[in-house]
């Protein structure tokens, strides 16, 4: 017998909302049960923040209904947290958190709790509100793009913390490592609705591409039959008979359903990248490099050399220089010792992580076209601004925006669209992958992965970085540095403890005082009782069979032409492979408890 899902703590039901003309949400279904720790997953555009924002209820959707569990707790860490008092303590407890769990939380992201609140970086802007959220022990967290700003070792706090929390978790994020470490079920936002996949992320590629797949069948079939009515409009309705009606409205309805299909289906980027001619085989060479700032040694004696067509990742804690190390690797900045050797007919983009290059108050065609005119000169060759624009997602009528409008996913769009024009043999991209969304992390990587000239990355992003560095240079904040061949994995295995040790969380809670010695317990039972003995052979059976079940299930869903043929099928597989999959953990954790409850016994006798 399967048993009651458990009942959610917060949820949607239908909610809708619109966006100006256009509507954002239609029909949006959404729960989550306790301790479920899941991802929210769309392009950037589709309403990931704002549906995090319903869930939070600090706005309101336009119809549906969002219901909440009676003393339901809700921790929101948005994308730009506004951080407020004195110090970074009277922020952590203005939410209700006892003091010694504000600062226990601050300790474990690394602040100070003394810190003013004011002149905070972006690293430590979202450590402090990521720790004002777990020291509220809430019953439900929700992150947006929690990870941005963070360096890795920060972001392996983060998991810790995630993991160590009771609280049911509802994370939106770009940071694919991230996400298959702590998540156990998918939401995927698009087309305006939610769908659900009870897996972690690490499956949730091979489910999209499933599900795209059979839609694409569904447009080609709906192509069809519009070929089969337009050939029967056109020879078969001459005298408008009644019984032709029908059938004339229903090719009305199918145009319709196809133009509402076209115009669902997201736009794609059509970034490039060229080189600006061969640079010399040695890009740069340094010897000795040592660096400080007053007392704050950022290298010492570090040297390392770059050819044409390396992929160069530095990766350290936020503030242990890798900014400075680049400087100084393309001759921006003087060592204290040692020296740079720069290569010959090196051409430089640069795209920083501040997004310093773009003035707020500039438009999207200033910033395309800073010498005035229609024209943007991509790679050598003239196009038009709006053409061009289209490329990396934006619309005709935000070319006239401020740049202070954009979202933080659209100002990097625009950053990459204006380096990507002029071509450069050396692209360093700092943070490159803040705000972006997966799809347009896919193609940046595809890009750069054919991109003939030399690449230095600074990125926190660990799957980004394994998949594109041949080489990695780790930052201690010390001024130790190391470069070793292969990426974020590579560096790992090869370094261990670098960086220092895992991170050490602290409880939500304080432990409970001990209570007084308890009088001698009586003797208990040496075994199992008959009906546990008799459950626990159940269970045993139960958790050998269900795995058959989900493998037919998971084998059935994994045909690509189901959704298109049954759709209705294509749901009842879903649930039912979810409900056993729920199934199964309950069996194995009722099973783990009555096995350990009789070996226990056994040791007693």
Same mark, same amino acid.
């Given at each position: 017998m ?7 703590v917060?949820?949607?039901?239908d ?14 279904d ?11 997953v ?6 990931k923040?704002?549906?995090?924002? *319903? ?19 809700i921790?929101?860490?948005?994308q ?9 303590l ?6 209700g ?7 226990a939380a ?7 709790p003394?810190?003013p609140?004011?002149?905070l ?13 777990f020291a509220? &022990?809430p019953d439900v ?6 990870? =941005?700003?963070?360096d890795i ?5 983060l998991?810790?913390? *995630?993991a160590a929390? @009771?609280?049911?978790a509802?994370i939106v994020?770009h &940071?694919r ?6 998540t ?9 609705q939610v769908r659900?996949l009870?897996?972690g992320?690490s499956?949730f ?5 499933r599900i795209?797949?059979?839609e ?5 079939r709906?192509?069809?039959a ?8 056109? #020879?078969?309705?001459?005298a408008r @008979?009644?019984?032709?009606e029908?059938r #004339?409205?229903r090719?009305i309805?199918? @145009? ?6 076209? !115009?669902?289906?997201?736009g794609?980027?059509?970034?490039g ?5 061969v640079?010399?085989?040695?890009v740069?060479?340094?010897k ?7 007392e704050r040694? *950022?290298l ?5 050399r770059?050819l044409?067509?390396? @992929? ?21 900045l003087?060592p ?14 640069? *795209?920083?992580?501040? #997004?310093?290059?773009?003035s ?5 065609k200033?910033v395309?076209?800073?010498?005035g ?12 601004v709006n ?13 006239r925006q401020p ?5 933080g996913?659209?100002? =990097?769009?625009l ?13 360093v991209?700092?943070?490159p ?11 940046l ?13 600074v ?15 780790g930052? &201690?904040g010390?001024?130790?540095a ?7 994995q ?15 969380i ?7 005082? !001990?209570?007084p ?14 009906k ?5 052979a159940e ?9 058959g ?6 084998t ?7 959704y298109?043929r049954d759709p ?7 649930r039912?492979?979810?409900a056993?999959?729920d199934?199964l ?7 783990l ?9 056994e040791?007693?006798?």
């Amino acid at each position: 017998m399967t048993p009651p899902m458990r009942a959610p703590v917060l949820a949607l039901k239908d909610v809708r909302l619109a966006d100006g003309p256009n509507m954002l949400f239609d029909g949006v279904d959404l729960a989550l049960e306790p301790r479920t720790r899941a991802c929210l997953v769309g392009r950037n555009g589709a309403g990931k923040s704002t549906l995090l924002k *319903i869930l939070a209820g600090t706005i309101q959707g336009d119809a549906g209904e969002r219901t909440i569990s009676p003393g339901t707790t809700i921790a929101f860490v948005p994308q730009e947290p506004d951080i407020t008092g004195a110090t970074v303590l009277d922020y952590a407890v203005s939410g209700g958190a006892p003091a010694h769990q504000a600062e226990a939380a601050l300790q474990d992201f690394g602040i100070d709790p003394a810190k003013p609140a004011q002149g905070l970086s972006g690293g430590e802007t979202r450590r402090v509100a990521l720790a004002k959220a777990f020291a509220e &022990d809430p019953d439900v967290i929700l992150l947006d793009e929690p990870t =941005n700003h963070l360096d890795i070792l920060a972001i392996e706090v983060l998991e810790a913390e *995630i993991a160590a929390s @009771r609280a049911a978790a509802l994370i939106v994020s770009h &940071d694919r490592a991230f996400l298959e470490r702590v998540t156990q079920r998918c939401f995927w936002l698009e087309h305006r609705q939610v769908r659900r996949l009870e897996q972690g992320f690490s499956a949730f590629d091979d489910w999209v591409e499933r599900i795209e797949a059979a839609e694409a069948e569904e447009a080609r079939r709906l192509d069809k039959a519009i070929e089969r009515e337009k050939h029967w409009l056109a #020879r078969g309705v001459t005298a408008r @008979r009644a019984r032709n009606e029908g059938r #004339r409205r229903r090719l009305i309805a199918m @145009r319709e359903a196809k133009t509402q299909w076209l !115009k669902e289906q997201r736009g794609s980027l059509n970034m490039g990248l060229a080189s600006s001619g061969v640079s010399g085989q040695r890009v740069a060479e340094a010897k000795g490099l040592s660096k400080a700032f007053g007392e704050r040694v *950022i290298l010492k004696g570090f040297s390392t050399r770059i050819l044409r067509g390396d @992929r160069i990742a530095i990766v350290g804690p936020n503030g242990a220089g890798k900014s400075t190390l680049v400087k100084l690797l393309l001759g921006e900045l003087e060592p204290d010792a040692g020296e740079v050797k720069l290569g010959t007919n090196l051409t430089v983009s640069y *795209i920083d992580q501040a #997004r310093a290059a773009l003035s707020p108050e500039m438009t999207l065609k200033d910033v395309l076209t800073p010498q005035g005119g229609d024209q943007v000169m991509v790679r050598g060759t003239p196009k038009h601004v709006n053409a061009y624009a289209k490329d990396f997602l934006f619309k005709d009528s935000q070319l006239r925006q401020p740049v202070r409008s954009l979202s933080g996913g659209e100002r =990097n769009r625009l950053l990459l669209a204006r380096a990507l024009a002029s071509p450069a043999n050396v692209l360093v991209l700092d943070e490159p992958t803040n705000d972006l969304d997966m799809d347009t992390l896919d193609l940046l990587e595809d890009m750069l992965a054919d991109y003939d000239g030399t690449l230095i990355l600074v990125s926190h992003d660990r799957d980004f970085v394994d998949r594109l560095a041949t080489s990695t240079i780790g930052l &201690d904040g010390t001024g130790r540095a190391v470069e070793t061949p292969g990426g974020w994995q590579d560096f790992l295995s090869q370094n261990p403890g670098f960086f220092g040790g895992p991170p050490q969380i602290h409880a939500a809670k304080p432990a409970a005082p !001990k209570a007084p010695a308890a009088p001698a317990a009586p003797k208990v039972a040496a075994k199992l009782s008959y009906k546990e003995q008799r459950r626990l052979a159940e269970l045993e059976t139960l958790i050998a069979d269900l795995p058959g079940k989900m493998a037919t299930l998971e084998t059935a869903l994994a045909d690509p032409g189901l959704y298109g043929r049954d759709p209705g099928a294509f749901d009842r597989f879903s649930r039912a492979l979810a409900a056993a999959k729920d199934q199964l953990s309950a069996a194995e954790e009722e099973w783990l408890e009555l096995e350990a409850r009789r070996e226990a016994l056994e040791a007693g006798r």
